[in-house]
């Protein structure tokens, strides 16, 4: 049984936005994945609830001038058979992937996983490094955000009184010139949370895979209490090597993450973990950048 204390099911965003604005304890909720085991576990702050689940204004993808975006409706599964989206942003299908299992893929959207505000939330990773915005709409209007300073702390997001997420934006990796990888690190290899997550984006200054790193993004998840990019670990990579960034990333790390001890894993294991991870990421990412590089001078000479 779900102790809800109102339920309303709104036929258009519009409506939603009033109904959300009307009652400052309501919720939205999209696929209640995370919402409906809340209430089940019995936590009042869940029980007032506008169901916006299959609202045609947060529904479908599309592009413009390799621009994509994602209605915040988008399940994980759908978003896993987007021809679209893998073509404009494979990053974000690879960590799809990584998602629960087929039965939660099918529910749970990207929407949701953004706003649920988790530390180790699969999206966050490979949003942060394709510098994604997030497109809001509420009772003042509409705003278009970074998703980088989204996330507050554990469950907390810059998510204004009556506000609902749209739609995520994010310009092609081609565009944006990155090779990138997402890995999850988790105990079991499905229907696991992250014990730490890892997405980088790399871009060379020449084809070779041994070539200079001219720009570096790096994310994580569950290395903080919020997800991260890693600024100082970014910057001691620029202008060196391969063989050289990945070196110079692990000893910068520990300046942009603060992993913690649970029963899931130790700090200092979370720690190994992330050296590993980004290393292994970042060579994933500049061979991806490589081979995509080679694949344009190819075309361009055939
Ligand atoms: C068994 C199980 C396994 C899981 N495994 C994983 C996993 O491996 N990786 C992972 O990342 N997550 C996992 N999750 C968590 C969950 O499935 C995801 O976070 C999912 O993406 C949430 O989406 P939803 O649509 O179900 O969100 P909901 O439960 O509907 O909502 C979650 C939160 O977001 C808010 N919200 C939802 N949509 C919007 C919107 N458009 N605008 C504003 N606020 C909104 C809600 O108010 C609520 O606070 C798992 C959950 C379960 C039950």
Same mark, same amino acid.
């Given at each position: 049984?779900? *102790?809800?204390?109102?339920?309303?099911?709104?036929?258009?965003?519009? &409506? *939603?936005?009033?109904?959300?604005?009307?009652?400052?304890?309501?919720?939205? @909720?999209?696929?209640? $994945?995370? %919402?409906?085991?809340r209430l089940r576990e019995g936590h009042k702050d869940y029980a007032d609830i506008v169901d916006i689940h +299959?609202?045609?204004?947060?529904? +479908? @993808?599309?592009? &413009?001038?390799?621009?994509?975006? %994602?209605?915040? +409706?988008?399940?994980? =599964?759908?978003?896993?058979?987007?021809?679209?989206?893998?073509?404009?942003? /494979?990053?974000?299908?690879e960590a799809a992937g990584w998602v629960a299992g087929p039965q939660i893929r099918n529910t749970a959207?990207?929407?949701?996983? %953004?706003?649920?505000?988790?530390?180790?939330?699969?999206?966050?990773?490979?949003?942060?490094?394709?510098n994604a915005h997030l497109d809001l709409?509420?009772?003042?209007?509409?705003?278009?955000? /970074?998703?980088?300073?989204?996330?507050?702390? /554990? +469950?907390?997001?810059e998510r204004r009184p009556g506000e609902i997420l749209r739609s995520v934006r994010i310009k092609s990796e081609q565009d944006q010139g990155l090779g990138t990888a997402y890995v999850k690190y988790s105990m079991r290899q499905a229907m696991d949370i992250a014990t730490i997550g890892c997405g980088a984006g790399v871009r060379l200054r020449d084809d070779q895979s041994n070539g200079i790193v001219d720009e570096l993004r790096l994310a994580f998840t569950v290395a903080a209490p919020t997800p991260v990019r890693c600024p100082t670990?970014?910057? *001691?990579?620029?202008?060196? /090597?391969?063989?050289?960034?990945?070196?110079?990333?692990?000893?910068?790390?520990?300046?942009?993450?603060?992993p913690?001890?649970?029963?899931?894993?130790?700090?200092?294991?979370? @720690?190994?973990? %992330?050296? $590993?991870?980004?290393?292994?990421?970042?060579? $994933? =990412? =500049?061979k991806r950048f490589a081979s995509s590089a080679a694949n344009h001078q190819e075309a361009r000479t055939c």
């Open positions: 049984m779900y *102790a809800f204390e109102s339920y309303h099911r709104p036929q258009s965003l519009t &409506d *939603a936005v009033a109904l959300l604005a009307a009652n400052p304890f309501a919720r939205p @909720m999209a696929g209640g $994945t995370d %919402i409906l085991v +299959g609202l045609p204004e947060l529904e +479908g @993808m599309s592009a &413009d001038r390799g621009e994509l975006r %994602i209605g915040s +409706g988008t399940t994980f =599964a759908a978003l896993m058979t987007s021809s679209l989206a893998t073509r404009l942003a /494979p990053m974000l299908i959207t990207i929407g949701g996983n %953004i706003c649920n505000g988790s530390a180790c939330a699969d999206s966050a990773a490979p949003l942060l490094v394709l709409i509420g009772p003042e209007g509409q705003r278009l955000i /970074p998703l980088r300073g989204f996330h507050l702390g /554990p +469950g907390r997001v670990a970014e910057a *001691a990579a620029r202008g060196l /090597p391969l063989s050289q960034a990945v070196k110079a990333v692990a000893e910068a790390l520990d300046q942009d993450v603060s913690r001890t649970s029963w899931r894993a130790a700090g200092d294991f979370r @720690m190994h973990i %992330i050296r $590993t991870l980004a290393e292994r990421m970042i060579r $994933t =990412a =500049a």
